[in-house]
């Protein structure tokens, strides 16, 4: 199979399949979790609708009990930011990663041309942490009484990357508060955080969730750099295909490869979803004229339609006492079927989302 050259709809298909997006799965959530290594939860409700959209008969409650109890946290990892993960792939992958929030602050603190004595800082933000759960204006007030001619920005990066941080969860409708308080993340878990390398683990666990894929897009996802000599020193144990530019794909032994024409039900996607988020080349998912309507500017990315696999369009909830409206803006001619497939997952999304809601309308611009 070395060198088979795949096409752009036969990567589509392979990267929809590995993400459940194909056909929704009868997994349990945390095997969902652990499939897609995280899911990227800058915006609460972000990961319940990502599981909804991949899992049979997601209900709230099935994500929201495995927070309570801690099988499931949020915290800061690829790409320096906050992740939905288990705590058993937190706890396999903290170290590995560590490296890109380093490079993160670093940059940071070289742009603010910060010199501050950091391990004095990180220190005292630790013993803070570790009396009870704070917020990060509480950590602010303390780290600037302690250096009142600190940068009280860079300072809060330090301790957002250096220290292991979980957000600590509310009864909120998506478990987590718009200004939530963080816990040191081994005494949320009762479990110090192993020191040992998995760097092959990540490499093996991103393949399996978007790959095939080129070492630049394992960089692009994972926020590592320079990894091209370890996915070499891999390559006995990997596939490798060619892409139509003839890049070198890798990928993991036995993965789904779905044939180019296999069908693809409507899906909606999240805010930040990582399918949107997992490769330096988008164009597997997100055709190059659409670019500027998914990645927004301040780096947010909108939630977003898959039409036979690729993004057709964008969509948003507005909530108006009890009246809730799903509004989607499609990118272009829909066929009827799509247009009937695309009507019944938004009437069932809308009041997965909305549940306490009166009234539910779905609108599409331009109009079906």
Known sequence: MAGRILTLRELNRATLARQHLLERASRTVPDMIEQLVGLQAQLPRAPYVGLWTRLHRFQRD?????????????????????????????????????????????????RRDSRLDYDRIIAAARDFLAEQPRSFAEITDML?????????????????????????PTDTAWSYPGNPQFALAEDWLK?????????????????????????????????????KEVVVSLKPELRTYRDEKRRELFDVPDAPLPDADT????????????????????????????RSKVYLPGLRVSATILVDGFVQGVWKIERKKKAA???????????????????????ALIRFVESDAETFAVEVEPPL
């Not at 600037?144 to 600590?168: C, E, I, K, N, S």
């Not at 390398?197 to 393949?207: E, H, I, K």
Request: hydrophobic share 40%; with cysteine.
């Open 62 to 110: 099935d994500l929201a009990n495995l927070i309570d109890n801690r099988t499931v946290i949020k915290a800061t990892l690829m790409r320096s930011t906050l992740h939905l993960f288990t705590a058993d792939d937190y706890l396999r992958l903290r170290e590995t990663l560590q490296p890109v929030m380093t490079s993160a602050f670093e940059s940071i603190a070289k």
């Open 191 to 227: 479990q110090s955080i192993p020191t040992e390398d998995n760097l092959r683990t990540l490499v093996f666990r991103y393949l399996a969730a978007f790959g095939p894929a080129t070492v630049t897009d394992l960089q692009t996802w994972s926020g590592l750099s320079k990894l």
């Open 144 to 168: 600037t009484a302690l250096v009142p001619d600190g940068d009280p920005g860079a300072m809060r990066y330090a301790v957002r990357t250096h220290l292991p941080l979980v957000q600590v």
């Open 263 to 290: 069908p693809v039900p409507v899906r909606f996607l999240p805010e930040f979803d990582n399918l949107l988020l997992g490769h330096k080349d988008r164009t597997r998912v997100v055709a190059d004229e659409y």
């Open 325 to 347: 409206t799903l509004r989607i803006e499609c990118f272009a001619p829909l066929t009827k079927p799509q247009q009937q497939a695309l009507m019944d997952e938004a009437e």
